[in-house]
């Protein structure tokens, strides 16, 4: 299940802003055998939005996080990324969304209990990974998102560290959003990955949680 949300000021400019940055996290959950996260955050993405606005995507957002920060004694790996060349800034969203997109599970080959190893090594449904990816102008409105991941580079996988790159969130200013999506994988509310599934090829670059 995915939602992407252009504000979509890239169509609306003439020339693209020169200065815009990337921000991207990811965040494998072991939910054990409680489905209700996983439902609960794949209705919230999944509800018709009245109006795209800047308030509402932040409320929005800030619904997601809520309750992936109820999760956080169950968080495992992480990825995050956070990029202020603006050439590199949109490479980078393009990338997450394409290559997340098209790891999403969608069909029944996919998603069913018999394991096909075409598609899962295991049809244990033990995990599920968050995804949020955000395109945005690189200005003084974000100063107080600028503080939020200012982080050491050896306290990026600390646990401690995983609220704030979450909470950063909030601090958004989505009037200056230039694209944002997130993604709950796989792509429906009962679905998940198995331990077999996230240690194999194509997920090397997640990092535990400690």
Known sequence: ????????????????????????????VNTGSD?????KIHNVINAPMKEETPHEKKAFYKKIVSLILEQEPFFE???????T?????????????????????????????????QFRMSSDKQYVVLSMAFLLENNDSHSNFFEMIDLPESEYFIR????????????????FALADAVFIMPGNEKDGFSFEDL????????????
């Open 35 to 39: 489905d209700h996260m996983r439902s």
């Open 77 to 83: 790996y992480g990825h995050w990324d956070y990029l």
């Open 199 to 210: 240690h194999s090829e194509g997920w090397e670059y997640l990092k535990p949680i400690s």
């Open 85 to 117: 060349n603006a050439a590199d800034a949109k490479a980078e969203f393009n990338d997450w969304v394409q290559e997340i997109e098209g790891s999403l599970a969608s069909e029944a080959e996919e998603t069913g209990e018999a394991i096909d190893e």
């Open 1 to 28: 299940m995915n939602r992407r949300g252009f504000l979509s000021k890239l169509n609306l400019f003439k020339e693209e802003p020169g200065e815009m940055l990337f921000y991207g996290v990811q965040v494998v």
């Open 160 to 175: 401690d560290t995983w609220p704030k790159l979450l909470k950063a969130i909030g601090y958004i200013d989505f009037e």
